[in-house]
Structures are given as C-alpha cells and as structure tokens.
C-alpha cells in the first residue's frame, strides 16, 4: 500500500462510506478483488508469452550457428 498510514486508510474508508453507502461496500470491493484478480492474470499470460518468444528465438539463433 505504500505509505499509508493508518490515518490515512480511515479517512479512506469513511469517504467510501459517505459516497458509497454500506450497502454498496461489498459489491465494490468484490469487483475490485475481481479487477485485480484479471490484471494480475493478463500480466502473467504476457509475461508468458514473452519468454516463450525470448526462448523461441535463442532457439532459432542456435540452430542458425549450427548451420
């Protein structure tokens, strides 16, 4: 969280109470966890895919010497 302080994360959630209402808490928490969840998939596919073309193209630079 950075350098939040414990004063800082109140404020925080009382400005959420305000705007948001305590019914709508929940609701908004869990499609942020859900967002978080998806961006932190989609990161990992692309970190993925990128060592997959890293390793693809080591491969091909070797055969290319082989020859």
Known sequence: MGNLGMMEILL???ALLIFFGPSRLPELG???GKGIQEFKK????L???VKDDV???KEKDKEQDKK
Do not use: M, N, V
Not at 42 to 45: C, L, P, T
């Open 12 to 14: 925080i959630g009382i």
């Open 30 to 32: 869990k499609s942020l």
């Open 42 to 45: 989609a990161s990992r596919e």
């Open 47 to 49: 970190t993925d895919a």
């Open 55 to 57: 390793t693809t193209d």
